[in-house]
């Protein structure tokens, strides 16, 4: 690449002292080409300016601007519109916790009560099969206690008759059972 730089210089140089002819349209010195490049970009700028161009090009640009603006208007809108309903559910969001909150407090206190409802029965039911087997044991014990003293008396009965009949013969045995018999 180098090489190709060098040689490239190298002609340049050779031909430096040499003088080159400008080229002119009939024979006029400004007639060169840049002055026909300049005139024929005149030219070109005045047909745009006469078919209203810049005119066309502005209305364009103008329409697309308010295309934008109506884009922006409508996502300001938008988002207006999507703020609002984020408020709403989070306000929704918001009740719906507290009465998560007031649910669950409602169920804990129902809980409650009814545990306590349950210990009341049950220390209840527990109280009355307890004075029922007390009653039933008092009722055992006094029928215990009944045919205890009417053995007793069958015995003391049979034993006093079996003495008495013994040691006790006609008169008296009257007297006896008559004072027997008002006693009761």
């Known amino acids: 690449m180098l090489d190709l730089l060098a040689a490239g210089a190298a002609q340049v140089a050779e031909h430096a002292g040499e003088e080159h002819a400008k080229a002119a349209a009939f024979g006029i010195s400004f007639l060169t080409p ?107 014990e006094r029928a215990a206690i009944a045919e205890i003293r009417a053995t007793a008396a069958s015995a003391a009965t049979t034993a006093a008759e079996t003495l008495i009949a013994g040691k006790i013969q006609g008169a008296v045995d009257k007297r006896l059972v008559d004072e027997a018999i008002a006693g009761i």
């Open 34 to 140: 840049s002055f026909f490049v300049g005139l024929a970009m005149l030219v070109v700028f005045a047909i745009m300016l006469k078919a209203r161009v810049p005119a066309l090009i502005a209305s364009a640009l103008d329409a697309r601007i308010a295309g934008i603006k109506d884009q922006l208007d409508t996502a300001a809108k938008l988002r207006v519109e999507a703020e609002a309903l984020k408020a709403e559910y989070e306000a929704r969001s918001a009740a719906a916790d507290a009465d998560i909150a007031a649910m669950k407090a409602g169920a804990e206190r129902q809980a409650a009560e009814i545990v306590a409802k349950a210990e009341d029965d049950a220390a209840k039911l527990i109280e009355r099969h307890q004075a029922m087997a007390e009653a039933k044991i008092g009722a055992a």
